[in-house]
């Protein structure tokens, strides 16, 4: 079972919808993507499923469905158990980014947590999962399936948003902290902090 974000609508894409009695169930290989967001968007799908028989092949007929975007980013901890978070689009999020041309998704994340934040001194200590979510680009409709790992630093200089990027805050938050600021992230990030 996969889910995939549409802002803050989890779409279930699953081999077994009677796990699911409650959603609104779409075959995965006849869905218009077009259609279904719209419909989600307008409030009259609210738990969306999309399933296929064969479980081996949810992902690959998933990724048939729209043009992929790879991203990776990271949640950071430093020596004194903060996270790191940027504030971009009146949201906290966590630093991530596409993947450039002949770069491992681990590469991405480190370089897109240092771009956007200014941090240095990353180390990864292991990949968490991954995330999924629906974004529009020039009125097409992108999924971008972002790989996310649990890093650390003993980096103690200063953070330095990336401007450029829309980020107006990068900062260290405690633990308390992360967990009122994710009530006012995307439901991606939370499972984020779930899974690790």
């Not at 689009?89 to 630093?95: E, F, M, R, T, V």
């Amino acid at each position: 079972m996969y889910k995939v974000f549409v802002k803050e609508v989890a779409i279930i894409v699953t081999s077994d919808k009677d796990l699911f009695p409650d959603h609104d169930a779409f075959n995965l290989k006849t869905v218009s993507f077009k259609k279904l967001i719209k419909a989600i968007k307008k409030g009259k799908v609210t738990r969306p499923l999309l399933y296929s028989r064969n479980e081996k092949k949810l992902l690959k007929r998933l990724h048939k469905k729209l043009p992929l975007v790879i991203a990776a980013g990271g949640l950071v901890k430093n020596r004194e158990e903060e996270y790191l978070f940027i504030h971009r689009n009146g949201k906290w999020d966590l630093p991530k980014g596409k993947a450039e041309k002949n770069e491992s998704v681990e590469e991405t994340a480190i370089r897109e947590v240092e771009e956007e934040t200014g941090v240095q001194s990353l180390a990864i200590e292991k990949y968490i999962a991954p995330t999924y979510h629906i974004f529009s680009r020039n009125d097409k409709l992108r999924l971008k399936l972002t790989h996310w790992y649990a890093m650390r630093t003993d980096y103690t200089g200063v953070l330095t948003p990336q401007t450029k990027e829309g980020i107006d805050q990068a900062v260290w938050l405690n633990q308390e902290q992360a967990m009122q600021s994710l009530e006012m992230s995307y439901a991606n990030i939370k499972d984020v902090f779930i899974n690790d």
